[in-house]
């Protein structure tokens, strides 16, 4: 599979825990973006890396939230101290080169209680 | 700041009935990028289509076509004889050329139901 692949799919924890996620996006894709979609809403903007270095970050993404991307491949997002505000599908995507389409991942679904 | 509008929440048509999801835009950039995806049940965002600002030619794929208009900021999505798979999220997104984020602006999605 050749796709950007997320983990895990759905993730329920208790509020004030930690949880991270991970992507994989295409192998040669050197941007990586993550988004965030809550119900009825389109996908909403986080964060871009360039291969390993994170280029832009919503205003949306705060101090709780903090993502990185080891040696420009994969890339993890983490969220301290969950809230019940931040259950929503955390996106992950990827592009290459000059090419202006994102592929996107299925998403890990965040419920948190 | 950029922006992309559409209007119709939620649409239901009968199986084979043609439907145009309507998408509206606003940026300041003259290069830019329009885009439709696709949102099924299972969550993962399918492309569609990759419009950019200097090309209006309108596009046909097989039972999907786009108009794109500039002068009325328009980008709608047409699906002709409609079937019961089309049922989906349909988003319409707009991000601009050049460097930075660069990321995606997307709507807040049209529901469409295809009832058999």
């Known amino acids: 599979d050749t796709g950007v692949s997320q983990d895990p799919r759905h993730k329920i924890t208790k509020r004030g825990q930690n949880v991270t996620f991970r992507c994989d996006p295409i192998s040669e894709h050197n941007r990586l973006y993550w988004y965030r979609q809550t119900l009825g809403q389109g996908p909403e903007f986080l964060t871009y890396?360039?291969?390993?270095?994170?280029?832009?970050k919503s205003r949306l993404l705060s101090d709780r939230f903090s993502a990185e991307r080891p040696k420009g491949s994969f890339s993890t997002l983490e969220i301290q101290r969950t809230e019940q505000g931040d259950s929503a599908m955390y996106l992950c995507a990827s592009r290459g080169g000059a090419d202006e389409k994102l592929f996107f991942g299925s998403g890990t679904q965040l419920s948190v209680l | 700041a950029q922006k992309v509008t559409q209007a119709q929440t939620e649409i239901s048509v009968v199986e084979k009935e043609d439907v145009t999801l309507d998408c509206v835009y606003e940026t300041r950039d003259t290069t830019y990028y329009l885009f439709w995806y696709k949102q099924p049940p299972s969550g993962e965002l399918v492309f569609l289509i990759r419009r950019n600002s200097f090309d209006e030619q309108n596009e046909i794929s097989g039972r999907y076509s786009w108009n794109f208009q500039k002068s009325t900021s328009s980008f709608n999505f047409t699906i002709t004889a409609s079937q019961v798979v089309d049922s989906a999220v349909y988003f319409c997104a707009l991000s601009g050329a050049g460097g930075g984020a660069d990321g995606l602006t997307f709507g807040k999605g049209t529901h469409l139901i295809i009832q058999p």
């Open positions: 890396f360039q291969n390993e270095a994170q280029l832009e």
